[in-house]
């Protein structure tokens, strides 16, 4: 079945400092790929989105890009501050289901000032 | 309020007991969802409906009951709660295939649970 994997955390970084996330998908077809976002005490917003090979999706100084050849979706930011800190979870849209998101296990970040 | 909303948004009960979560939607997403989210899983899918009164199970649907008589209400029932049921429940909405709000799925705050 379809899966999303990402790379373990906590991920520490100072700020201003350059951040990657990866994230690897396993998916039959092309699906839609997505970085949600989750600070402390809150529900999942939508950070970005990409539907489709070699889309970029970018929001916040925070971009990924859709590499149907690698089958990744890392997230980068050139500098990063404390108020990113923050869990991010990387996901794909699965066709069964109701269209459900299938979740990595989330990576948080942490930046210190 | 516009948007999602769940109640409560935490809650403590024992073992064995009955417990209801709530979600609320205002946009008349068709889609609904409830996903836990437990540390090293992320988050993972319990049941999911299609619009009012169609409902299926997801990848862990044991140990839980919904419904949805209405469109905007998607409750979600634990009829007798165990220890494995701590977690943090999370609603969310989406709209219909060929929409634009198809595309994302948008999130309720959470109900953190415990089940003592």
């Known amino acids: 079945g379809n899966s999303v994997t990402q790379m373990e955390g906590p991920v520490t970084l100072s700020e201003e400092a350059f951040l990657t996330i990866n994230c690897t998908y396993t998916?039959?077809?092309?699906?839609?790929l997505f970085w949600y976002v989750q600070y402390p005490g809150e529900g999942l917003q939508l950070l970005l989105k990409a539907t489709k090979a070699d889309d970029k999706g970018s929001n916040k100084g925070f971009e990924a890009t859709y590499r149907k050849e690698t089958t990744s979706f890392h997230l980068e930011k050139g500098s990063v501050q404390v108020s990113d800190s923050a869990v991010y979870f990387c996901?794909?849209?699965?066709?069964?289901?109701?269209?459900?998101?299938?979740f990595g296990q989330g990576t948080e970040l942490s930046v210190k000032p | 309020d516009a948007g999602i909303t769940q109640s409560p948004r935490y809650k403590i009960t024992e073992t064995g007991r009955q417990v209801t979560l709530m979600c609320h939607q205002t946009w008349s997403h068709s889609y609904m969802f409830w996903y836990r989210q437990d540390l090293g899983h992320g988050l993972r899918l319990i049941y999911y409906s299609a619009a009012a009164d169609i409902t299926d199970k997801g990848e862990v649907p044991d140990g839980y009951v919904v419904s949805r008589s209405k469109t905007e209400n998607f409750p979600l029932t634990l009829e007798s709660a165990t220890r494995s049921q701590t977690s943090v429940y999370f609603c969310?909405?989406?709209?219909?295939?060929?929409?634009?709000?198809?595309?994302?799925?948008?999130f309720g705050p959470g109900t953190r649970l415990t089940v003592l």
């Open positions: 996901a794909l849209r699965d066709w069964n289901q109701g269209g459900k998101l299938i």
């Open positions: 969310a909405s989406s709209g219909l295939a060929g929409f634009a709000s198809y595309n994302e799925q948008f």
């Open positions: 998916a039959t077809g092309y699906p839609s």
